[in-house]
């Protein structure tokens, strides 16, 4: 059984960009959830999929987007970057909409 | 908005001794549930207590949800060096893992 992996693992951005990261959800697994990691923070809820669908956001602001494909993995896309996007993003899929979160390792953001 | 504090926020022990790790809120919530962190990679689930006065053990961990389900507790027996990380707790609301409430953390230095 493979695990959620997330890719690029750490990338290096600069103010003003975009970025787009990528989540393979658990086999199984139908719902998609990100959450940004401040340094020395708990993980902060961004928004979840479900079956492709919005099910759910958090307070981050509408530059934050996502999407989920039929496979159900996941993109999570950031524009217009600001330097407090620097973070930890973790991508966790649930095998239903209130199961158990799988955590991928998470995509390490830094924005210059 | 929720908000889950834990405390110590860092806590520095000698291995055999045991220790508390606190978890509260002023929201009522209808699951917690704890998970470890280690560096370069995502939370991974350890419990979720759902009762109000809920107690579950996990070999030398044993976790605790108050009876208003407003707080809760993990307690480490005779720590040993593995159990370095950082430990997180998470309330989900009355909708399940729609969205998790992550608190701030409580990072655990086990000395040898």
């Known amino acids: 059984e493979t695990g959620v992996t997330q890719s690029p693992t750490h990338l290096i951005k600069t103010r003003g960009q975009q970025v787009t990261l990528r989540c393979s959800s658990q086999?199984?697994?139908?719902?998609v959830s990100w959450y940004q990691q401040a340094l020395g923070q708990g993980p902060q809820f961004i928004f979840q999929?479900?079956?492709?669908?919005?099910?759910g956001r958090g307070n981050f602001p509408p530059r934050f987007s996502g999407l989920q494909f039929p496979n159900y993995s996941s993109e999570l896309n950031v524009n217009a970057l600001e330097l407090d996007d620097s973070a930890l993003y973790l991508c966790?899929?649930?095998?239903?909409?209130?199961?158990?979160?799988?955590f991928g390792e998470g995509s390490r953001l830094t924005v210059l | 908005t929720q908000l889950l504090e834990q405390s110590p926020q860092f806590l520095s022990i000698q291995e055999g001794e045991n220790l508390t790790v606190y978890c509260n809120s002023s929201?009522?919530?209808?699951?917690l549930q704890w998970y470890r962190q280690e560096p370069g990679e995502g939370p991974v689930l350890l419990v979720t207590?759902?009762?109000?006065?809920e107690v579950k053990k996990l070999k030398r961990l044993t976790f605790q949800f108050g009876d208003a389900r407003k707080d809760s507790s993990l307690h480490i027996t005779a720590a040993q060096p593995g159990d370095t990380g950082l430990y997180l707790c998470?309330?989900?609301?009355?909708?399940?893992?729609?969205?998790?409430?992550f608190g701030t953390g409580t990072r655990l230095t086990i000395i040898p």
């Open positions: 966790a899929s649930s095998p239903i909409r209130t199961g158990e979160l799988f």
């Open positions: 086999s199984g697994h139908n719902t």
């Open positions: 999929y479900y079956r492709e669908e919005e099910n």
């Open positions: 929201s009522v919530f209808s699951s």
């Open positions: 207590v759902v009762t109000g006065g």
């Open positions: 998470a309330g989900a609301g009355r909708h399940g893992n729609e969205k998790l409430t």
